[in-house]
Structures are given as C-alpha cells and as structure tokens.
C-alpha cells in the first residue's frame, strides 16, 4: 500500500529492501504515523468521521491499535515495520508541548504488523496494526548496537 503525493500526484514508492538493525529487531527507517485513539461513543461512526480522543495510550505488545498512514508509507498486508509513538500533543507540536515530564518516557520505537486496511484513499488509510515489540526510545541504547564511526575506528588503531 502506497500513495499520492499532494503536490505532483505521483505514487510515492520506497526501496523494499528490508533494512533491519542487526540484533534489534527494527527498522533504519521508521515511520511516524498518527495513532488514531477514538472515545467510546465514536466507535458506531465510520472510522473517517470519527473525532478523535486526546487519550494517550501507550501501545503494549499483542494490541491491536489503529493508524492513519500517508505518504512515504509503502507497507503491504502482512509485513511488519517499525513506527514511532509519541503522546499526541507531542505527536502535534514537538515534544517541549509534553503534558507531563513522564510523557516522554512514553515514546518509544514499535514494532507493528500491517493486518488490515480499514478506510483508504489516494492521499492516506487508516489501518490496523498489531503490536509486536516496544521499545522506549530512551532505552534504544539496549537494542541498537553502537556503531563504528571513523573516529572510533582510528582510535583503535596503532600506526607504527
């Protein structure tokens, strides 16, 4: 599944190489979709006209949550990939608009599986995920090994 872009309305593609970080279990690249949270009371409407709540649910692992996706999402049923999750005043306007300091601390990378699309069209979709792993983003330092820079390499190495 992919989409159009706004400006010149042309499908919007990515490499499908799967790029994982050895030993992680995520993505190099995540992407950074709207988790869509609904009141009770908006769950009789289509999901394209529901308001949507202010409710901060962080993903847990085997949820199925949903989530609007848009361009550069090229993602087909069945496979996984990584999303980042932010409480949505953080989401909306950077995380300096945290309700609270533990807000932060929610953020974390997700593992999700594409399982359905739930309302689509050429511009964005709402989509349901299953949750297969989170990861706090100030613990990615436990899962993401560190990398050899250049500076790193040299002071290694003894030139004689």
């Known amino acids: 599944m992919n989409f159009l872009c706004k400006c010149c309305k042309s499908r919007v593609t990515e490499d499908k190489r799967p790029e ?71 989401f909306l306007n950077g995380w300096d608009s945290a309700a609270s300091p533990e807000d932060i601390y929610k953020a974390a990378a997700v593992l999700c599986r594409f399982e359905e699309v739930l309302c689509a069209d050429d511009f964005s979709a709402f989509i349901s995920v299953e949750i297969l792993n989170v990861m706090p983003l100030y613990e990615l330092y436990k899962y993401i090994p560190e990398t050899v820079t250049a500076d790193r390499f040299f002071r290694g190495i003894r030139l004689t």
């Not at 279990?25 to 006209?49: C, L, Q």
């Not at 949507?52 to 496979?79: C, H, M, Q, Y």
Request: hydrophobic share 35%; glycine share 6%; charged share 30%.
């Open 20 to 90: 994982y970080i050895e030993s992680a279990g995520i993505h190099k690249r995540g992407y950074h979709m709207e988790w869509a949270v609904f009141d009770e009371e908006e769950n009789s409407k289509p999901i394209n006209e529901r308001k949507w709540s202010e409710t901060n649910i962080t993903p847990k692992v085997g949820d199925k949550r949903i989530l609007r996706v848009k361009a550069p999402f090229d993602v087909e049923i069945g496979a996984v990939f990584t999303n980042v999750y932010e409480p949505w005043q953080m």
